[in-house]
Each structure stands twice: as C-alpha cells, then as structure tokens.
C-alpha cells in the first residue's frame, strides 16, 4: 500500500492574513463547503480566539462541513485554547494547532521571553490542548531561524506531551528547498520520539521558493503533511499554493510516490470560487489555474497537441476542472490550428488554393489584432465583412 501525504488547507487562516483577503463568515463557510469537495484531509477554518467573528466562523464549519478534519489556530496559553475547543465543538472531528516563537529573535524582540520559558509554555499549552482532542498540532513558529538544539529540545519536549503534528514553519519564507529538507530529515533524525508524529511542512513564498521548499521537504525529508492555500493566499507573498503542490505530486507520482486523498477535478472551482470572494485576480500564466495554464498560442504548439495532446501537455486540463484545453487562434497560430477551428465552427472550404487564401486573410488580420474571435473567423473564410 502507498503511503498518504496529508493536505492540510489554511485558505481560511493564513490565506485570510493576506492584506485585503478579510472574509464574511458566510464566505468563510461557502469556500469551506468547496474544500470538503475538494477532499483536503484538514481545513483550519480560522483563528477562534483572534475575534468573535473568526469564532463564530469556525464554529460554523465545525457544525456543518463533516468529511474533513476542523482545525483552529491557537497561540500557546489557556484562553486561546480554550476558545478554539469551544468552537471547534460541534465537529465531528477536529484538530487544536497551537504555536509560539522558537527562534532567538522572535523569543528576544517580540515575546520577551526565555529559552526556558518558552519550552515550558509550548509543553503546557500542547498538555492543556490534550484535554480537549488527541489530534494536537504544535509549530515552532519561525522554525527555519531557530537554534537547531533547541528546536529539538521543544519538539521532543512537545511530542512527550502528546502533540501528533509537528509542523515547522518557514514563517518568514527564508528556506531553500535542500536546507529546509535537511532539517526536516534533521529533526526527524535526532527527536528521540519523533516517531510519534507526523512531520509538517508550512511554507512562505517571499523568495517564490514555498512549493519547492515544501515538496523537497516531502520527498527528501520525510515530511507527510504540507500545509497549503489555495491561489497561494496568505500572509505576505502567501503559502504554498495548494493546486501546485496537489498537482505535482499526482502528475509526477512516479517521483513522490505518495498518495492525496484530493478530488483534483474540484480545484478550478475551489479556486474561482476563493478569487471571486476575496476580489484577489489569478494571474493569467498561473499553475494549473490560470486562464491560459492549458491554452496554446504558437503554431508549432497547437500542430503538435492537435496531433497528440502530450506533445504539450503533461496535465489533462479536465483533471483540474477545465472543460478542455484551449486553442487560441493569433499571429503565431498555423494552418493546422486554423483548419481545425473552422471545422468545429462548421465551415467547410473546399480544396488547398481556398483555404490558403482564408489563411492569408487571417494572418493578415491577426498581425493588427492580439487575437481573432469566431465571428471574424467565419467572415474572413466566408469572404463577408466581420461585424
Ligand atoms: O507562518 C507561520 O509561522 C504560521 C504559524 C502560525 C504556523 O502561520
Ligand atoms: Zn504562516
């Protein structure tokens, strides 16, 4: 039997922390109804103690979206604990992710805090998070930055009190994929009881290096659970973008060797479906989601997938949730490209000197146009004005 990697969305937390990506809660609960439809193995639908708001958010999912595991937020003390049991309540089942700062700057500058203090507030807060659930998740926030000895000294610390998840940010994206992986593998190494938990891997985007670092992480060093968003939302340059990660590791099984529990023809959907809420536009060159992802522009492209798609395509654009690929007829496209969208139009031309002829009226008109519609394409072959 292959082994399972998790995907564990944070569209609804860290996706949320993206400046301008604030959402309703009942667009917070339309966009997790999507993601139970999507398949992801854990959705964390917020931050409960953060504000009422985000509470009653998370409760709400808790209540009605069932085929994943619900998770919240919660720094490491008694009241954000607290509050992130009482809203993840009514699921059936659910997850407390819980984290504080590891690293010497983060522990200095912003918690004020020892070393010491530290290791015993995150064993405290996991014990605490114990009472309520066994799926406990602890990050060492800006793990990537932290002392290495004793970042294990706190994961092994953590484990001990029953944490299942260990999940080490690269909060401020500063990894790269071999380094990131290596202390994965590291860590995984050296904690006497890391058996007893699932490595995770949370990754930002500052260096565009975030579903690098993260498959690295899997396949060199043992990670089994990413954490991820869709579109790549989240704080800063955002997280790991889910349908790339997703993505790869299906088209490219015969490398990660790892199965995704994830229904991948749901993710156009999940994707229009979160830019339409938070106004955030995908790009049009994007991974796997991106308006010309599967479209073809060139005349040596589109000969050759008309031909046979896997010339130029290595995803089917329908596993994602397109309704097919797409050929887009301009200056660079060829006769092949051309023959054929006139044939789906239903215009027949009859022999080689009239088809050549429309062809040359098309490449004329697609010198002075970035692109040339149906419309214009039947006028041109029919000989009759366009409108
Ligand atoms: O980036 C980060 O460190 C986080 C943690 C709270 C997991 O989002
Ligand atoms: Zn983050």
């Given at each position: 039997m292959t082994e399972k990697l998790i995907i564990f969305d944070t569209t609804l937390r860290d996706g949320e922390?993206?400046?301008?990506a604030s959402m309703t809660k009942e667009e917070k609960l339309r966009i997790a109804r999507q993601l139970e439809r999507l398949r992801v193995?854990?959705?964390?639908?917020?931050?409960?103690?953060?504000s009422d708001g985000d509470f009653d958010a998370v409760r709400a999912i808790a209540s009605e979206v069932k085929d994943s595991v619900i998770c919240s937020l919660a720094r490491a003390n008694e009241r954000d604990i607290s509050r992130a049991a009482e809203a993840l309540r009514p699921a059936s089942r659910f997850r407390i992710h819980t984290f504080i700062a590891t690293s010497a700057l983060h522990m200095e500058?912003?918690?004020?805090?020892?070393a010491d203090q530290v290791y015993e507030q995150a064993r405290r807060a996991v014990r605490q998070a114990r009472q309520f659930t066994d799926d406990v998740e602890f990050s060492p926030e800006d793990a990537s930055r932290s002392d290495m000895d004793f970042l294990c000294r706190v994961l092994e610390g953590v484990i001990d009190e029953g944490a299942t998840t260990i999940n080490v940010p690269d909060t401020v994206g500063y990894a790269v994929p071999e380094g990131y992986a290596a202390l994965i593998r590291e860590l995984r190494e050296r904690i006497?009881?890391?058996?007893r938990a699932v490595f995770s891997v949370h990754c930002h985007d500052d260096l565009g290096l975030a579903v690098a670092n993260s498959l690295t992480a899997v396949k060199s060093?043992?990670?089994?659970q990413i954490e991820c968003a869709i579109n790549g939302?989240?704080?800063?340059?955002?997280?790991?973008a889910l349908e790339e990660v997703v993505m790869a590791l299906k088209t490219r099984r015969d490398h990660f060797g790892l199965d995704v529990r994830?229904?991948?023809?749901?993710i156009l959907a999940t994707s229009q479906l979160v830019s339409e809420i938070t106004g955030f536009a995908v790009q049009p060159?994007?991974?796997?989601?991106?308006?010309?992802?599967?479209?073809h522009a060139s005349g040596i492209h589109q000969d050759g997938v008309l031909k046979a798609r896997d010339t130029y395509e290595i995803m089917r654009a329908e596993d994602v949730g397109w309704s097919a690929n797409r050929i887009v007829l301009g200056k660079l496209s060829g006769r092949t490209a051309f023959r054929q969208r006139l044939h789906e139009l239903g215009v027949t031309i009859d022999g080689d000197a009239q088809l050549n002829a429309a062809f040359m009226r098309f490449k004329a008109l697609a010198d002075q146009e970035a692109t040339v519609s149906d419309n214009e394409l039947v006028a041109l072959a029919r000989r009759t004005p366009s409108r």
């Open positions: 922390q993206s400046p301008g193995d854990v959705i964390e639908a917020g931050f409960a103690a953060s500058k912003k918690l004020r805090m020892s006497p009881n890391s058996h060093g043992g990670a089994r939302l989240g704080e800063r340059a955002g997280n790991t994830v229904d991948t023809t749901q060159n994007k991974a796997v989601v991106g308006a010309n992802a599967f479209a």
